[in-house]
């Protein structure tokens, strides 16, 4: 009976497809189905990005390298701090959320370079409001799939040799 083993590249690979389809499905709720993204949200898919491409470098160059793995779990872990972060958020209790700000787009419109950073890093009262797909948070659905991404990195770590 032969043994079926996962190669750094097929675990590279699979953090690529699977970051390119979570990617694609946040474009969608934004732009298809109009759910416009908190600044956390913004934060926890651009760790999505940098994640993704860290995986997709090691594709062109090298994915037995040990590197590109460890830049993937490190953007995953940032990542996933933003999605506990908007977790926290939304477990306030009503009144203790932050006050909403205006949308980070008009933030940076309006020269406010500081206030839009402090709303991506920390959040807004708009980052507690509770959005679900299939019943289940959006930020829990990041939380997931930034772990799968980190169970194929260190999947691809270890598939090395």
Do not use: K
Not at 67 to 88: D, E, K, S
């Amino acid at each position: 009976m032969q043994r079926f083993t996962l190669t750094s590249a097929d675990c590279a690979l699979g953090i690529v497809l699977l970051g390119g389809g979570i990617l694609f499905g946040a474009e969608l709720l934004e732009h298809g189905a109009g759910m416009d993204p908190c600044p956390l949200c913004l934060m926890q898919r651009l760790w999505f990005y940098v994640a993704t491409l860290a995986a997709y470098a090691g594709l062109l160059h090298n994915p037995r390298w040990g590197i590109y793995p460890l830049l993937t779990i490190i953007a995953a872990l940032v990542g996933g701090g933003f999605a506990l972060r908007q977790l926290w958020l939304q477990s306030l209790p009503a009144g203790q959320a932050p006050s909403c700000a205006a949308p980070v787009s008009q933030l940076l419109e309006n020269g406010m370079y500081g206030e839009a950073l402090s709303s991506m890093f920390f959040g807004t009262g708009n980052c507690a409001e509770v959005d679900a797909v299939l019943g289940v948070n959006l930020a829990v659905w990041a939380l997931l799939g930034l772990a799968t991404i980190i169970a194929l990195a260190v999947l691809q770590w270890r598939a090395r040799s």
